[in-house]
């Protein structure tokens, strides 16, 4: 079973402040030609001129090319006219995660970018005409992005840190892969960019609600921020009654006491030492209405079908609970463990969110509690979830699902998606995992 614990690790959260100290970076003398060609898209946008901006302009390539920056300014840029992107700007940075807006105009591709989608860290390039390539380079360049991973300069936590290793990537804010110039539309274009690659939804802040279109059976959802760090999303009534009815039903016979994967260092444990519920894989291939769901889950998601792993339906009974954990596998903790290593593809490859389906109400107990929400504190023990003050809980609601990213926007694991399931104290909980990796598992794992 695909399971296991984190024990004692106490990482410092070095992500913190990527962004606070930018410097206003003058790239070279201001260039007549970028002020021309600044001067002329403004004008045509009808916005303030570009005199009455203090900015920093500069020409940075051969094929006439412009980049600026500026931190915490007070100067409005240029018009973002056609984009809505400045309405997923976070109150806190998220790493790795840039917002921007990309715009055709006569003389090239025009895109602003802000970084960690913060509304105060502003940066812009033109690339010369319909050059994606061009405007792929330059961002890459000016907003010092590796080809691979995080950003230039502002390395892991520590050399280990696992990471997806990706390119860097574009989506529209709908988490439509933005490639080429065909992905782009005429006018203007939301867009984030992403350095770990994968798309991961802008949580905002906690209470927003995104639209999500386009599902299986139900078309589109509201979903709403339960939390920035970790991210969590809750969306209602997401599984009708009938499928809820019919998971528990064909799982029932075969529910056995939970596994876990274990780690090195708990070799020769009990799984039984922290997690006390029984559990399921049910094959989606033996039933169409699960693959309904998985459908749905992908459209939720926007991670396809093959990038699953098959449900695993959880039932707590009394008392029963599983201590907090990560779902994703740090490869430093599995060094002893080549099926794992070989599994994750020695980092490459790892879970990347869960989507944990509630499949009834519970009388009393049985949260998803995260205990790092928000910076708090390290706890695993889930038989007393009061003792973990300041961690989210979410109630089980039939038909409810919650979302949460194990993987960071910059491609690395998130310590703070610690997370276990409070003890029933009266009722049953019956829930479901379906757990989405960041590349294709269906084939590895023999469900295609
Ligand atoms: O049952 C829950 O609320 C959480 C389950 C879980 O985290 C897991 O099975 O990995
Ligand atoms: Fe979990």
Redesign the pocket.
Known sequence: ML?HRLIGTNKSDCVKNLHGSLAIVVVGTLGALASYLAGYFWRNEAVTPLDSYKRILSTVSPHDSAFRTEQNSTVSGPSLAGCSISTLFADEPVHGMHLGCIQHTPTGLYATMFMDGQNHTRREVIASMNDFQGLRTLLGDRLGLAPVGRRNGEGPRDKETPNTQKPWSMFSPQGIAIDSLLDLQEGANDVLLYEGGKFIWPGVREGYVTQVTALDRLGSVKMQTLSMSPLVFSVENFLLPEECTYIRDVAEPHMRQ?GVKLMDHDKGKAATDW?T?S?HFLASKHHARIQSVDRRVAGLTRQPVSHQEDV?V?R?ESTQR?DA?H?FFDRRLYARDPDTLKLIDNGKRNRMA?V?W?LSDVLQG????FPRYKGGEISYDSRHCEGMKGALR?P?KEGSVIIFYSLLPNGDLDDRSL????AVKHGV?W?A?K?IWSDEIAPILGRA
């Open positions: 399971q939970s997690r519920s559990t695993q959880l707590y599983y954990h779902d869960t944990l509630y049985g949260e998803t509690i979410c089980p997370h276990g399931s409070c909980k829930a995992n757990w």
